[in-house]
């Protein structure tokens, strides 16, 4: 705008000049109103286009604002699914997890289970072994006693024969002094007799010798032979009787020998039936004692291939035992190295799922603060 001067003309002017002033004044009140239309119209056609440009600026920041609505929605969508995703995962994850450890408390119980079975089996087998063993350990404690028993009875054989062996000597030796005393007792009866013979008829012939020489002498001392005669028959008379009792009592002492060697044969028989008898048992025995040795021998080499096949069994037992243990031992290892993996993964998700929210939080904060800033 052109703005009035406040200068005021002189009074003294004339019209013409007055006139020409107004005209002047005139033509420049035309000019300035032209420019100032012409700047009008200027200023108009730069309020329409700028209002033009401000609608369009306007319809571009709606159009802004409703893609970035949309893109909002879009991302919260996104944003949700991800976490409903995320979260799923984790749920996933935390199933895989507590079936995994479940897994591992049941292949733990298990594993516990097994060993238990294992221990008790062989308990089991370890007591019935010994049990057999203590009773084959009885039945050979039995054997032995069969065997000291038949010990004693050959300590008892071999004393019997002794004792028979012993009967035999005396017999024989009572029979060797009986028939010695036999033939001293006729030696000696047949030695008096002849003595006594040779005595008489000595006597009688030295009597009759001196009968002959001495007629008168023999009638003097006919009284004293006899005398003599009659005392030398009473002391033959003596010693016939006591060679009669001697006889009488070897007689007796023969008699009871007899008796004493009848007794004796009689023991002898019946020790050599005993004797046969022990033989027979003892050869029983013997038999008994070879199928009992046999036994025991079949019984120990039992027992060993018992023993050898419980040793083999429980070796392959324990080593299949340390083989699932270690198997499992390493399942276990896997299974904790996966499960730490996941631990990991998860935080790791976790960490990212906390900078994408961060990232979105940050990202609608923008684009909020955007919008206000357009909108103002």
């Not at 005209?23 to 109103?33: C, G, N, T």
């Not at 008379?237 to 009871?256: F, G, I, W």
């Not at 046969?276 to 029983?284: F, M, N, P, S, V």
């Not at 291939?305 to 083989?323: D, G, H, P, R, W």
Request: charged residues 40%; proline residues 0%; positive net charge.
């Amino acid at each position: 705008m052109v703005k009035k001067s406040n200068k005021k003309t002189p009074k003294k002017k004339n019209i013409k000049s007055s006139n020409d002033d107004k005209i002047k004044k005139l033509e420049d009140v035309r000019r300035i109103a032209a420019v100032n239309a012409k700047l009008w119209e200027t200023r108009v056609e730069i309020a329409e286009k700028i209002k033009d440009k401000i609608q369009e600026r306007a319809k571009q920041l709606a159009d802004d604002n409703a893609r970035l609505n949309d893109a909002l929605r879009q991302s919260e969508k996104e944003s949700m699914d991800v976490f409903s995703y995320l979260k799923k995962q984790n749920e996933d994850k935390d199933s895989e997890v507590k079936e995994l450890k479940n897994k591992i408390e049941s292949m733990s119980i298990s594993h516990e289970r097994d060993k238990e079975l294992i221990i008790r089996d062989a308990k089991q087998q370890i007591l019935c072994i010994n049990n057999e063993k203590e009773k084959k350990c009885d039945k050979i404690k039995e054997l032995e006693q069969e065997i000291m028993q038949l010990d004693e009875y050959k300590s008892e054989k071999t004393r019997t024969e002794n004792e028979l062996k012993q009967l035999r000597d005396e017999v024989q030796n009572q029979k060797c002094l009986i028939e010695n005393m036999e033939t001293k007792f006729f030696e000696e009866k047949l030695k008096m007799r002849e003595s006594s013979i040779k005595d008489i008829k000595a006597l009688a012939e030295e009597a009759h010798k001196i009968s002959i020489k001495n007629l008168d002498d023999s009638v003097k001392l006919s009284f004293v032979q006899n005398v003599a005669m009659r005392r030398f028959i009473t002391f033959l008379r003596k010693q016939l009787v006591s060679a009669e009792d001697l006889s009488r009592s070897l007689n007796e002492e023969n008699e009871k020998l007899t008796i004493e060697k009848e007794t004796l044969e009689g023991v002898l028989l019946s020790k050599s039936l005993e004797c046969k008898k022990l033989k027979e048992l003892i050869q029983e025995k013997d038999e008994k004692i070879e199928l009992y040795q046999y036994e025991i021998k079949q019984l120990t080499e039992d027992l060993n291939k018992q023993k050898t096949i419980f040793n083999e069994q429980m070796t392959l037992q324990t080593f299949e035992a340390s083989k699932s243990i270690e198997k499992l031992t390493k399942t276990l290892e896997l299974e904790r190295k996966r499960m730490k993996r996941i631990s990991n993964l998860a935080n790791r998700i976790l960490q990212q799922r906390n900078e994408i929210e961060e990232f979105f939080i940050t990202s609608l904060n923008y684009v909020r603060d955007e919008i206000k800033v357009n909108q103002r």
